[in-house]
């Protein structure tokens, strides 16, 4: 294995070439070793002869690891340094670089290995949005991304998948109806799952998919993310738009990646920056300009942004409106009578529903999420109310998000 060592300058030369020596015996091939810091066992300026080409790091080690890893192409690197040169949270950036760029990253008591990723249908753009974490706007940054394509003649195709995706990869299409999602409730499936989302709110095409479990840079435990693009490759997409689920990342290798980032989140340091180092645009939601500003400086560009919630079609003037979601935020022009956050927390869900009939609410705005069909317009048809989807647009606070949009794809 052709190997990058990373030593420090704490231990004494000989032991450092002694830890290299022993690496060659257990199959390291070393080519070279990066000093990432440490001047206790060194004279001043002083290389050590490691009996391989010694790199020095300089005031950004992490940087540094990175830049050794482009140029040299190893098939390993294998961490020989200690504290204080790297600790827990120096280590675990410097795995962030090393697993974004496809490498295992090895020390004496740990093996980290990047994720695992098929190859693309071959001939069709790909895209990647995926998030922070749950709920950050990535089912609503892809789908809006999805329908400025369609509006602009494209015949995009969405590949989502989610905690309570299908066993079998399934197809939503462009009319999906709230018919439709009462449907599948009935037939015992999760009717509010991202892919149904895009499919009714953006009007595209989508494959449905499941994940189970989360690792730590964002690989599921498995996922048919693979079946799935492989159905979808099938109706002849000008864009394949492959979207996340919570902090995984599709298990597929893509052409430009996009990271929504949630407000408030810990995404420029350790382990967790693994998401923006892999990614060519970033979205920090909340609007946070100073995230978006980080993000900018250290890894790729970044807009602020917010998500400015509507309905998909108007309410009557006159209506009592009842407004279902997973947050607090106000929905721009509505005046609800009864207003709810708990869309994804049933036991509250159900006080405020009954709330909403006693108020003989009219119109249920409700954001398609969790509990959203199978309850919400359940309880909606008994009361011979008409529900209206919520859509989340997203908004740049400083750019024209369209057009940022639009060129992120078409540099694919």
Not at 353 to 378: F, G, M, N, Q, S
Request: a negative charge.
């Amino acid at each position: 294995m052709r190997t990058l060592a990373l030593v420090d300058g704490e231990h004494y030369p000989p032991v450092t070439r002694w830890g290299i020596d022993v690496a060659r015996e257990r199959g390291y091939d070393v080519v070279a070793a990066l000093l990432v810091g440490g001047i206790e066992k060194l004279a001043a300026g002083e290389k050590p002869d490691l009996g391989v080409p010694i790199r020095t790091a300089g005031d950004d080690r992490i940087a540094a690891v990175a830049v050794a890893i482009d140029d040299l192409a190893p098939d390993v690197v294998l961490d020989l340094s200690d504290e204080p040169i790297l600790g827990y949270r120096e280590r675990m950036a410097v795995a962030a670089v090393v697993l974004a760029r496809g490498v295992p990253y090895v020390g004496p008591d740990f093996r980290l290995d990047p994720p695992e990723r098929v190859a693309p249908p071959p001939g069709t753009p790909t895209l990647a949005v995926f998030g922070t974490g749950k709920r950050t706007g990535k089912t609503a940054v892809g789908g809006h991304l999805a329908a400025l394509l369609k509006a602009r003649g494209a015949e995009p195709v969405v590949v989502s998948m989610g905690r309570g995706g299908p066993a079998e990869p399934q197809l939503a299409g462009a009319d999906t109806s709230l018919a439709d999602l009462r449907a599948i409730a009935a037939d015992g499936r999760h009717a509010a799952s991202d892919y149904l989302e895009d499919a009714a709110i953006a009007g595209v095409a989508t494959l449905g998919c499941r994940r189970v479990g989360g690792g730590l840079v964002g690989e599921p435990f498995e996922s048919n993310v693979a079946e799935g693009a492989a159905l979808a490759a099938l109706l002849g997409p000008d864009t394949l738009l492959f979207e996340g689920s919570g902090a995984c990342i599709p298990p597929v290798e893509v052409d430009r990646t996009l990271c929504v980032v949630g407000a408030g989140a810990d995404a420029l340091y350790g382990l967790a920056s693994y998401h923006l180092r892999r990614s060519e645009l970033a979205l920090a939601m909340g609007g946070d300009r100073d995230m978006a500003a980080a993000i900018g400086e250290r890894f790729c560009p970044a807009l602020a942004c917010e998500l400015v919630s509507e309905p998909v079609e108007p309410p009557p003037a006159d209506a009592r409106v009842a407004l279902f979601s997973t947050s607090t935020a106000e929905v721009p022009g509505a005046d609800p009578v009864v207003a709810s956050s708990a869309l994804a927390r049933r036991g509250e869900l159900e006080s405020d529903l009954a709330r909403a009939a006693a108020e003989r609410c009219d119109v249920y705005l409700v954001e398609l999420k969790a509990a959203a069909i199978d309850t919400v317009a359940v309880r909606a048809e008994q009361e011979g109310a008409r529900v209206v989807f919520l859509r989340n647009r997203p908004v740049a606070l400083d750019a024209d998000l369209d057009a940022e949009l639009l060129a992120f794809h078409d540099h694919a």
